[in-house]
């Protein structure tokens, strides 16, 4: 027997509508799952987007005021897609309503937030989903699994980059994203975020580190209407840029491995350049997320001028069956959201976590909250 789920979505940017895309495909690709989403809610305070998100994803109902979804009972889980400063306020509100929830990372602007939502989440006795989705493709979870199996021996090294360009045009509005008070902590929150994630992911806790951080683009214009995703402003009054453009960190993991994690949201001719090379004492595997769903592995007894060889994953991995019948058949970025719809509901159905959860947004916080920590002192920061 199916469960119907009443699902809503507070915050209709771009991040809303692929939470929303992601509920309606996950019958497609996960028949058996025993409840199915219904889209309830959505809630967003920018005039006219909530009833416009409703009229083409056929919501029930539409509002501007987020509060009305927590005072629903029709709602049973939500997905908190609204900006950073907003994450613990509704993220707690919610949990404290009975709703489980599914939230975007950095879960709030600190490692304050991310517990606050925590322990609601813990004392309501609700599920609650991370938005670390890059954990999820299956190449990713491949990698961890060869890892694991010590095929390339002990992990000696990492490096885990995130490059892109979304803020490098000089013209970008100044929102949210680069206001300390509303955006946190710049590309730490934004994609540095991920990458302790997949950090910690793959090889483990992360005992300490140490962080140099910039602004590179000091000032922008303020947007003079409504924006989504990274708009652009001209002729608006400049105001400065509070946040980090760049980071640079190394880590020391708790396993004795050691590590860089290097992200910038300004890097010109960088579009999603993400991913990770592990390197342990028989091998190394590389990957890639602009070629989603293929490793470099590197593993033998020959050591020196050992080769990398490609390997497509496939209905082995992961969640890839879900998704393709056969290796080297594509997956995209979206489909990536849609497991992670799918570990969430599944969490609902069980009572018990499936995927990313509170707990590694609390792990993830810690690393941001030290890395800014190190940036003003130069030193070295333990977790």
Known sequence: MVDSLGVAVVGFGW???????????????????SVRPELVAVAEEVPGRAEEAAARFGFASATRDWREVAADPRVRAVSITAPNFLHHEIGVAMAEAGKHIWIEKPVGLSVADAQAVADAVAKAGVQGAV??????????????????????????????????????????ALTW?????????????????????????????????????????????????????????????????????????????????????????????????????????????????????????????????????????????????????????????????????YRFLRSVAEGEPHGATLSDAVRSAAVLDAMARSAVSGAWVSL
Request: glycine share 14%.
């Open 15 to 33: 991040m809303g509508r692929v939470h929303t895309q992601a509920y309606a495909r996950v019958p497609h690709h996960y028949p058996r799952l």
């Open 131 to 172: 938005g670390f989705n890059y954990r999820n493709a299956p190449a990713v979870e491949a990698a961890r699994d060869l890892i694991a199996s010590g095929e390339i021996g002990t992990v000696t090294h990492v490096r885990v980059r995130l490059f892109s360009d979304y803020a490098a045009h000089p013209e970008g």
């Open 177 to 341: 994203r680069y206001e300390r008070e509303r955006g946190g902590s710049g590309v730490l929150g934004d994609l540095a975020s991920h990458g302790a994630d997949l950090a910690r992911f793959l090889l483990g806790d992360i005992a300490s580190l140490t962080a140099d951080t910039a602004i590179f683009v000091p000032e922008r214009a303020r947007p003079t209407g409504a924006t989504a995703g990274h708009s652009r402003a001209t002729g608006g009054t400049l105001g400065p840029v509070e946040n980090e453009d760049y980071v640079n960190c190394l880590l020391r993991f708790a396993s004795g491995a050691r590590g860089v994690l290097e992200a910038c949201r300004v890097s010109v001719g960088e579009q999603n350049n993400y991913g990770f090379e592990v390197h342990g004492t028989k091998g190394a595997v590389f990957w890639d997320f602009r070629r989603m769903n293929e490793l470099g592995v590197s593993r033998g007894t020959t050591y020196q001028d050992q080769p990398v060889s490609t390997v497509y994953v496939g209905p082995g991995d992961g969640e890839f069956g879900a998704f393709q019948p056969g290796a080297a058949n594509a997956m995209g970025y979206d489909d990536l959201k849609v497991i992670e719809a």
